[in-house]
């Protein structure tokens, strides 16, 4: 334990980047593509997409990518591992650009009353949060999609600003 504790020290003095538990447990983009695949086939899904992290506020990391198909837009949010089916979200693409779609991590850091002001309506299970996170849905030119865990129903739900 003292020979461990003495390498943490020197490490952390020399300024040498530690892995984080986190990034121990990351997929990396083609695993998930795949997977993705396996569960929703005819979706061209985009490897360089995929995002960890605590969706489904169950205290582990998952992942989620965001695919293409027809005239629609998919993310897939994989809560209980890749080997099981995930939950798809489905948009429709005719008013947002397909191709300049894109997704990122988004804090739960405003409460229901701040989301009301800047989209007309409170999501109806949401709570804000410091562990969890959602998911943002944009093309940089129509309205955001905001995915997250609606604790009431237990399932993803959206709202969009």
Same mark, same amino acid.
């Given at each position: 334990m003292r020979r461990i504790t003495g390498w943490l020290t020197a490490a952390l003095l020399a300024g040498i980047a530690l892995p984080n538990v986190a990034s121990a447990q990351k997929i990396d983009g083609p695993i998930v593509q795949a997977a993705a695949d396996k569960f929703a086939t005819g979706v061209v899904w985009r490897s360089a997409s995929v995002l960890? !992290?605590?969706?489904?506020?169950a205290g582990k990391v998952q992942q989620a990518i965001l695919g293409t198909w027809d005239k629609e837009i998919v993310v897939a949010i994989f809560t209980q591992g890749i080997h099981q089916p995930p939950a798809l979200l489905h948009f429709d693409a005719s008013d947002r650009k397909a191709q300049a779609s894109k997704i990122r991590v988004d804090d739960y850091n405003l409460t229901a009353d701040e989301i009301a002001g800047v989209s %007309?309506? !409170?999501?109806? %299970?949401y709570r804000p949060s410091t562990s969890c996170h959602g998911i943002r849905l944009s093309d940089d030119s129509y309205e955001a999609a905001h995915i997250y865990w609606n604790h009431d129903q237990q399932r993803f739900d959206t709202w969009s600003q």
């Open positions: 960890e !992290a605590d969706f489904s506020c %007309g309506d !409170a999501p109806v %299970g």
